[in-house]
């Protein structure tokens, strides 16, 4: 029946949807379009830089319910982690050791970095990569690129492109802790007239691993496109919905032992008898909308345009339970009920934000002979409103409903234009430019959640240099090398945080130059290797103090002299006439502060918590933080024939410090997990093509964490107290999926 109803559809679509008269695209041309979209963000074969491309194929091996991050896990220098141990809930990455608020993300070449956190979250987009045809990773500054500063790597995703015929699409999907993720999807392929029409929608559904880290997110995509020989013109839309449990708490080393791996604090108080109770709403909720129109058009058999105009919408909030608190907190007066004065009370608290996002970027992209020069430009203006409110309030004479204590907001605008050239010296020698200009301007005003107020204007102006050489011997072994200055303004909360102490600058831009030099080998019989040296060079880099907000925001600061230094290995060989592939990729670093000093907040004794300022300690040449000194993946898939697959896949993570310290009872230990997967796609059948797919995750069960926070109190009296979050990962755990193609 759901054959016959899209059938239907289509040919209702074919035959009264569309009457606009055009030729029938070439397939090549259409090919030709789609590579447009991204080619201004992108690096190619010559390019000077180090870089992994994932290929749809890549991603639907990796592809079970878990968001981009899971999926990313085999690339080089980046280490994934997720918050309710599965990967489906809130799910980050670093790369090279940089936090993901300095890891630029461009959808279809626009900027999908929130301006004000510089962050993707991930979980705001539910089961993205069911709508992505491909993924490019650039580590280091890179290429310039649209958004945020790629300060550690950028990464560009790119939607799927109408395909030559009609399809349909219907998948399940089934795993551990009630995970479920049902996808459907249709395309009428590129009719006579040029015109296609493709549309995804899934839901995605869990319990978590973590206690509370349940999942109920909904995705949809749809994309409407016009082709001619020369020209693209695509309107496409992408909605998320997450309602998602809070996880970001973590859980300590005491509790871990008392109540659990699975134990999560968030939402716990007691009533009024002393027993111990958890909200039930404990919760984060997400609604974005984005909205893209992109043109892309071959002006002459050597130049070509893209253009695009973009609107992102979100909408969210976090509830939570706070316990026991000061009505002062919420600038609330003491509340006398029955002649009782209550100075504290429980609170049901939420944290509400709006933000519309406009961006318009032009491109321009020159080919002829020995020369490709690519221009692009860009302007954004982002309107962000914060407010909190109070749902309940357990001792309330005369507070009204929905009391709201607090109200900013935060305006950015950004202007950015760059340009690149690459140019064919010979048969040896390839050179590459690139200029970078990029203005940022933000404004707040209001005041926090603290009640404090929030006044302030922040302007920076970056100019971005780049340039490198490429050298290629022969049609299988390059060199290259480059350097490139990449520069980054604070994010919201560090200004934000500066102003309400008083600070004119409290928080500075942090710059750095990267040295790259790189060696590729490839073999058309689809064996490569790769090694990438890179030096990169900070002043006023921000790292993680591994101190939290209390709603999971990281605390950074700026250290003066800095860097990260490392080897990227990188292999694919195949064996047994293709029919085995191995894949393995190594990073050595070694990422240091240097002369570092650290402000603890210091008290009279742990009695009393009279607070007395803060207090420095110096510790020398110390380990960033959530850096690790040697990062590791080896993977074999075997694939018979064109039905069946059969991957292993093991991920190591050394250690990893979760403050700068240098402090072994503050960090992470190593691990070794593997991943198992394996698809087998059936003959077609009357109704279709079945493609099933099993996934194994952890399948030597081991009980390891992959991130964590920390931090630390000092008293007079000379002794301490460590506070410290971990999040464990998953055990064993399994998801299959069926999915059916027609």
């Known amino acids: 029946m759901k054959k016959v109803f899209f059938l239907l559809m289509l040919i209702f679509l074919s035959a009264e949807g569309y009457q606009l008269l055009a030729a029938s695209p070439d397939s090549l041309d259409h090919y030709q379009l789609e590579e447009v979209v991204v080619s201004a963000t992108r690096a190619g074969v010559n390019t000077p830089v180090s870089f992994s491309n994932i290929s749809l194929s890549d991603i639907r091996k990796e592809n079970a319910a878990r968001n981009i991050p899971a999926i990313l896990q085999t690339t080089p220098s980046l280490v994934s982690f997720t918050e309710d141990g599965l990967g489906v809930g809130n799910t980050h990455f670093r790369i090279r050791g940089t936090d993901a608020t300095r890891i630029n993300v461009t959808l279809n070449g626009m900027p999908l970095n929130n301006p004000e956190t510089q962050e993707v979250f991930w979980v705001n987009l539910p089961d993205l990569s069911n709508s992505l045809q491909n993924i490019q990773i650039q580590r280091g500054v890179g290429t310039s690129t649209n958004g945020s500063a790629a300060f550690g790597a950028s990464i560009s995703l790119q939607t799927r492109g109408a395909s030559s015929e009609a399809y349909g699409e219907a998948s399940t999907a089934v795993g551990s802790y009630g995970t479920f993720l049902s996808n459907i999807a249709m395309g009428t392929g590129i009719l006579n007239n040029g015109l296609s029409l493709d549309a995804r929608f899934s839901r995605v559904l869990g319990e978590g691993y973590i206690k509370n880290g349940s999942v109920n997110h909904t995705n949809f995509y749809a994309a409407l496109s016009h082709y001619t020989d020369k020209q693209l013109i695509r309107l496409s839309y992408l909605k998320g919905i997450q309602h998602t449990g809070i996880t970001w708490e973590g859980i300590s080393p005491e509790q871990m032992e008392e109540f659990g791996r699975r134990y999560n604090p968030a939402g716990v108080y007691y009533d009024d008898a002393g027993n111990k109770l958890i909200y039930d709403n404990e919760t984060d909720n997400y ?42 907190d919420f600038g609330i007066e ?85 340009t690149k050239a690459e140019y064919q010296l010979n048969n040896i020698f390839s050179l590459f430019g690139d200029l970078q200009y990029r203005n940022v301007r933000y404004e707040f005003s209001g005041t926090d959640d603290d009640l404090e107020n929030l006044t302030g204007n922040f302007t920076y102006n970056f100019f971005n240099p780049k340039a490198g050489v490429s050298v290629r011997f022969d049609s299988q072994n390059q060199i290259y090398a480059s350097v490139a200055v990449g520069q980054r303004e604070p994010l919201r909360a560090d200004l934000k945080d500066g102003i309400k102490g008083g600070g004119v600058n409290p928080i500075q831009p942090e710059r750095m130059i990267d040295y790259e030099l790189g060696y590729r080998f ?22 993680q103090t591994g101190k939290l907000t209390d709603i999971g925001y990281k605390l950074m600061e700026n250290v003066k002299d800095s860097y990260r230094a490392g080897l990227e290995l990188e292999a694919s060989v195949p064996l047994w006439t293709n029919k085995i592939q191995l894949d393995a990729n190594a990073t050595f670093s070694s990422n240091k502060i240097k002369n570092y000093v650290a402000w603890f907040d210091h008290y009279d004794n742990q009695n009393n918590w009279n607070w007395e300022g803060q207090i420095s300690k110096e510790y020398g040449t110390t380990n960033i933080s959530y850096s690790p000194d040697f990062i590791s993946a080896l993977g074999a898939t075997w694939q018979p024939n064109s039905s069946f697959y059969l991957n292993l896949m093991g ?12 402090d072994d009872t503050k960090s992470i230990d190593a691990y070794f997990v593997s991943n198992l997967s394996a698809g087998y796609t059936f003959n077609k059948t009357p109704i279709g093509t079945f493609n099933l797919q099993v996934f194994v995750n952890n399948i030597f069960n081991k009980e390891y964490i992959a991130n964590g926070w920390a931090a630390t109190d000092t008293f007079s009296d000379g002794s301490t107290i460590n506070y410290i979050g971990y999040y464990p990962q998953a055990t064993r755990n399994f998801m299959t999926r069926l999915t059916l193609s027609f």
């Open 522 to 543: 490839n073999k058309t019989n689809g064996l490569h290797l790769g090694a990438n040296l890179y030096f990169m060079d900070y002043n006023n880099q921000m790292v």
């Open 651 to 662: 991920k190591y993570v050394g250690k990893q410090y979760m403050d700068n310290t240098s």
């Open 287 to 328: 609604y974005s909308d984005i909205l893209q129109l992109t043109l892309t058009r071959e002006l002459t058999p050597f130049l070509s345009l893209n253009a695009g105009l973009s609107y992102n919408h979100g909408y969210g909030y976090y509830e939570n339970y706070r316990y026991n608190r000061k009505y002062s």
């Open 334 to 418: 003491p509340q006398t009920i029955k002649g009782v004065t209550y100075e504290r009370s429980d609170f049901i608290r939420q944290k509400l934000m709006e933000n519309d996002f406009y961006v318009a970027n032009l491109g321009m992209n020159y080919v002829k002979d020995k020369l490709n020069v690519t221009f692009g430009g860009m302007y954004s203006y982002y309107h962000g409103d914060h407010f909190g409110r109070l749902p309940w309030i357990k001792h309330n004479n005369n507070i009204t409903e929905n009391y709201e204590w607090y109200q900013n907001l935060g305006v950015k605008t950004e202007l950015n234009f760059f």
